[in-house]
């Protein structure tokens, strides 16, 4: 099946600066990739997601770039603030089901 | 928020007993996923329903079953609940196939039901 590796597992920034979370995908059928955010105590809601036939996306501050040939894909995270504090998984499917990566940590430092 | 309840949110059981968590939808949605999520393994598919009575297996599937008998109900059962089911459940719905020609993406997540096996 796939596997999906994400990272870093925690990132700290400070207010107003970058963060950028890398995963990495093994199932070259896999053609769809969303980003979900989870706050504390609540479920995982979608924030951005790429399909393969596109290479970047953007939605105000946040983008996705996907690089389909060393499968791996990226979430950009520009301006950052405090309620951006949360945990972030990325995820892949290939039509099938969703496998997810094991999230990263992000902390905004006011 | 999308219209799912989970129940129950917390529940403490001893190792052998039977637990049912319950997933229930307003929306209508066809598709239901169940998933358990463990620190350093993500969220990982347990079952998964594209419609009444039409269930199949995830990639962690073993010591759970589920049912659906309506379209606005998906349980998962624990025959003999273990240590290692510890965990926290989220139920998602979904209007069309995960990651299909034809979905918009939107997999929508109750707000977890967490379960201490002792």
């Known amino acids: 099946g796939e596997n999906v590796e994400q990272h870093p597992s925690t990132l700290s920034v400070q207010e107003g600066d970058s963060a950028v979370i890398k995963c990495t995908y093994s199932?070259?059928?896999?053609?769809?990739f969303p980003w979900y955010k989870q706050e504390l105590g609540k479920g995982p809601q979608l924030i951005i997601d790429?399909?393969?036939?596109?290479g970047e996306k953007k939605d105000q501050r946040i983008a996705v770039t996907l690089n389909k040939t060393a499968k791996h894909f990226s979430l950009h995270i520009t301006e950052t603030q405090p309620e951006d504090s949360a945990v972030y998984f990325c995820?892949?499917?290939?039509?099938?089901?969703?496998?997810f990566g094991t999230g990263t940590s992000l902390t905004v430092i006011p | 928020d999308a219209g799912i309840t989970q129940s129950p949110r917390h529940k403490v059981t001893e190792t052998g007993t039977p637990v049912t968590l319950r997933c229930h939808q307003t929306?209508?949605?066809?598709?239901m996923y169940w998933y358990r999520q463990d620190p350093g393994h993500g969220l990982r598919l347990i079952h998964y329903?594209?419609?009444?009575?039409?269930?199949d297996k995830g990639e962690v599937s073993d010591g759970y079953s589920v049912s659906r008998s309506k379209t606005e109900d998906f349980l998962l059962t624990l025959e003999s609940a273990t240590s290692s089911q510890t965990s926290v459940y989220f139920c998602?719905?979904?209007?069309?196939?995960?990651?299909?020609?034809?979905?918009?993406?939107?997999?929508?997540f109750g707000e977890g039901s967490r379960l201490t096996v002792l």
């Open positions: 790429i399909r393969s036939n596109v």
């Open positions: 998602a719905i979904s209007e069309s196939r995960v990651g299909g020609p034809k979905h918009t993406g939107e997999l929508f």
């Open positions: 995820a892949a499917s290939n039509g099938n089901q969703f496998y």
């Open positions: 929306e209508n949605h066809r598709y």
């Open positions: 329903s594209y419609g009444v009575k039409d269930t």
């Open positions: 199932d070259s059928a896999s053609n769809y």
